[in-house]
């Protein structure tokens, strides 16, 4: 049996799941492109770990089954299908290597963010170069100086996944009161900053979240803007050229799903890896009672249960509340902060359903899962890592969810 959802099951019918693009691939494809890409991406996740960053063979792969296309304007060639359908594809890859989905899913994304930028931002990405693919790194790090015709910035960016195999970096920056004020994102292509390779980590090494550098200030032209304002609302400046309504959701109302699909995979393939391995392993015994199939023991087939119930219910929430997202901007309807924070919540809740299905299994493995050649303890150490994302702790979503539940101001970002 396995907790794998299908898209027939989970809301086959969701907007995001449906390309209008003429000659786009069907989803289905998309999905057993990843699928057919799992046993390598497993075959290469102790390199990939070892390296610490996703390589540049595994980036082709992704660049030539289109998943970097999956949220891409159709204008520069790519297919426009919603967060749905990029769930069903990162989860999959996750399965095989969470670094390598990571890295996959934050490239991907940034396609849907730069969609949203202004028309000529759009142009500077892609015009030249539509493969071209994006990093980035959201807090805002340094106050943009405003200049003629743009900004001035300059300084240090951490935590940029994927940055090694990205042409250009979305930057967080806070703009000046007397400007638009606030926080927001700069673009900034990849000849204008340097990587420092400061990720040494014990969990989702394979990231490659180095640091941004740009060591002397450079300019970044208006257009290049985004401010966060813009982002969490219902109709950001790239909307005006890209119709399609996915350019419509608010920042906060679905984009944490990038953080959380890699995770739902991880924990899915931490269900499979634990059944083949309990379905060969025979227990030694500290000084008696080996010889017994790790399958045989109650502790174990309980854990096991609990585990997948719980892959099954994290999924569940993700693919409810972001369909529901799809419909409401497909509709043309505003995403209220009820909704808004109740998919904060889930993202959440989905993650910290998903990080205690692998902390589960986990405990039950035994001395023989702690060899760096077992694949269930680097599920073990990246589920951790993610869980312990700013945008995904448990903590500091759920106090603000609280706040809002008792009539409070939320303090907290959705």
């Known amino acids: 049996m396995s907790s794998t959802l299908h898209p027939s099951i989970a809301s086959a019918d969701a907007p995001g799941r449906h390309s209008s693009v003429a000659g786009a691939p069907r989803l289905a494809s998309l999905v057993s492109a990843a699928r057919e890409l799992v046993p390598y991406l497993r075959e290469q996740a102790q390199a990939t770990e070892a390296a610490r960053r996703v390589s540049e063979a595994t980036t ?13 304007p159709a204008r520069f060639g790519g297919y426009e299908y919603g967060f749905t359908a990029f769930i069903d594809v990162i989860s999959e890859l996750g399965r095989g290597c969470t670094s390598s989905a990571w890295g996959c899913s934050l490239g991907a994304v940034h396609q849907w963010l730069v969609g949203t930028f202004p028309a000529a931002a759009q142009d500077d990405v892609w015009g030249k170069d539509p493969s071209s693919i994006v990093c980035g790194s959201y807090a805002p790090a340094a106050v943009a100086e405003v200049v003629d015709g743009g900004y001035r910035i300059q300084g240090r ?3 940029a996944s994927n940055v090694d195999n990205s042409q250009w970096a979305l930057l967080g920056v806070s703009f000046p ?16 900053w340097r990587i420092e390779d400061n990720w040494h980590v014990a969990g989702q090494a394979g990231t490659g979240s180095k640091t941004i550098v740009i060591d002397e200030p450079i300019f970044v032209p208006a257009h ?6 813009e982002a969490s609302s219902n109709a950001p400046p790239g909307a005006a050229v890209n119709a399609n309504p996915i350019y419509r959701i608010p920042f906060l109302s679905a984009v944490p799903v990038c953080l959380v699909s890699p995770l739902l995979g991880t924990a899915q393939g931490a269900v499979e890896t634990f059944i083949e391995l309990c379905g060969t392993r025979v227990t030694r015994g500290a000084v008696a009672g080996g010889g017994n199939r790790l399958a045989q023991f109650f502790p174990v087939q309980s854990r096991l249960a609990e585990a997948a119930a719980a892959v099954d219910a994290a999924r569940l929430l993700i693919d409810r509340d972001t369909v529901q997202v799809e419909q ?8 209220d902060i009820d909704a808004r924070i109740r998919n904060r919540r889930d993202h959440a809740y989905a993650t910290r359903l998903s990080h205690g299905a692998v902390e589960s299994l986990f405990t039950a493995v035994g001395g023989a899962g702690l060899a760096l050649d077992q694949p269930l303890q680097r599920m073990w150490r990246d589920a951790n890592a993610i869980a312990r994302h700013i945008s995904l702790n448990w903590d500091a979503v759920s106090s603000m969810v609280g706040q809002h539940l008792l009539g409070l101001e939320p303090k907290g970002q959705y």
């Open 177 to 192: 009161a007397s400007d638009i004020g606030g926080a927001g994102f700069l673009l900034a292509p990849r000849a204008d």
């Open 157 to 159: 960016w951490a935590f």
């Open 224 to 229: 290049r803007r985004l401010s966060f304002a």
């Open 328 to 335: 409401l901007a497909a509709a043309r309807h505003a995403i």
């Open 60 to 72: 082709q792969h992704f660049h030539e089954a289109g998943f970097f296309k999956l949220m891409q």
